[in-house]
């Protein structure tokens, strides 16, 4: 590499060989450092309050009158629930073996489109035993599809207050 | 090891001719020089693009604590992480919090306490959450998080995109696999502590 820094006519050729040794060192370096450091993976969060009533009976809850949306996520299944007025929709596992989570995307479409116009607030719960765990991963879908549902036509347009309920502090809870 | 005398060495000994009669370029002397010159140009410009490639896509912000065998749940939601300093981490085979280990996972699912609680863990978030509330009410805080913590004092929620703040605000980063047993003594744990906020860490599809 060179610089032609105004040569005589006629005279020397008054080039300049530019030492690129340096810059290129820097360059690797800056390159090998920036590599290492890297965050490849991209981390989002999901954002949730502790609801429901808790096990611990000193801490004494104040019965809600409204009536709330509960999702109990099952090894099996997954429950839809009003509380006060009692009312279960059971959402089967697909025939693969997964759970149906377009039917409860729908179903959750379906409440916020009717009784939760004005409401964002939500419950899900995950119930989990010894012989039908339930993965941490299935609460997080439930979650994501929680937030996900939009009622473009509400006044209040998405569920923004998604809590995470034991599942015996659940709000409206299938007796099974 | 001894000593020899040096060997045939490239360019003194073994003249490689041919090489630098292909090299093309020539001496002062009018003799072929021996210097191959290489094009770097295009190493260069391929250097400049991938730094200002990877300084673009650099962040400078704390990065997650990682932990072997550590694997998020996959999600679509899409708000950013934000930094705190309450961190707990779920492992396969254990719960640490800021580093420290607290628990196994078999314990915590054998333990049939009443309380329904974790004691160790709450004996630390407890610890850690008066901490932060006495940071936040000195205000050793990021400027941007001052409205954050005045709206919460006003009992006014924030919005779906805007930051949390610290005060009461802890990160739970579990692995996929995790029994929800072990992640709803955690959320109770971390309620009766003081945290009613949690940020669960996912991955992006």
């Known amino acids: 590499m060179g610089a032609a820094v105004g040569a005589e006519p006629g005279g020397k050729s008054v080039n300049v060989e530019v030492n690129i040794v340096p810059f290129i060192d820097l360059m690797s370096c800056l390159t090998a450092f920036l590599l290492i450091t890297a965050a490849w993976v991209n981390i989002a969060q999901i954002n949730i309050q502790p609801k429901g009533k808790t096990r611990d009976t000193s801490d004494v809850q104040i019965d809600d009158e409204r009536i709330v949306l509960s999702v109990l996520v099952q090894a099996d299944r997954i429950w839809v629930g009003l509380s006060r007025v009692n009312e279960f929709q059971e959402i089967a596992k697909k025939p693969d073996g997964t759970q149906d989570w377009d039917k409860l995307e729908s179903t959750l479409k379906e409440h916020k489109a009717n009784l939760f116009k004005d409401r964002n607030d939500l419950e899900i719960a995950g119930e989990s035993t010894l012989q039908q765990p339930v993965k941490y991963q299935d609460i997080i879908q439930a979650m994501d599809i929680a937030l996900k549902v939009e009622c473009p036509a509400c006044p209040v347009r998405k569920f923004y207050d998604v809590g995470l309920s034991d599942p015996m502090g659940l709000s409206a809870r299938p007796s099974l | ?205």
């Open chain 2, 1 to 205: 090891m001894p000593v020899h005398p040096a060997g045939p060495r490239l360019f003194s000994s073994i003249k490689f001719k041919h090489l630098v009669r292909r090299s093309g370029s020539t001496s002062a002397a009018g003799t072929r020089a021996s210097n191959i010159s290489l094009n770097l140009t295009p190493f260069v410009d391929m250097m400049t693009i991938l730094v200002a490639f990877l300084l673009m896509v650099f962040s400078s912000s704390k990065l997650l604590q990682v932990q072997a065998g550590l694997e998020l749940p996959i999600a679509m939601a899409k708000g950013k992480l934000q930094d705190t300093e309450a961190v707990i981490i779920i492992t396969k085979s254990e719960i640490t919090f800021k580093g420290e280990m607290i628990a196994t996972v078999d314990s915590v699912l054998r333990d049939e306490s009443p309380t329904y609680r974790i004691e160790r863990l709450f004996e630390r978030l407890e610890a850690a959450a008066r901490q932060i509330k006495i940071d936040v009410e000195m205000g050793k805080i990021p400027k941007e998080l001052v409205t954050a913590c005045d709206d919460l004092k006003n009992n006014k929620r924030p919005g779906p995109d805007q930051p949390l703040c610290p005060d009461g605000l802890a990160i739970l980063q579990a692995d996929l696999v995790t029994d929800v047993r072990v992640i709803n003594k955690v959320v109770v744990t971390a309620k009766a502590a003081g945290f009613d906020n949690l940020l669960f860490a996912i991955k992006n599809k």
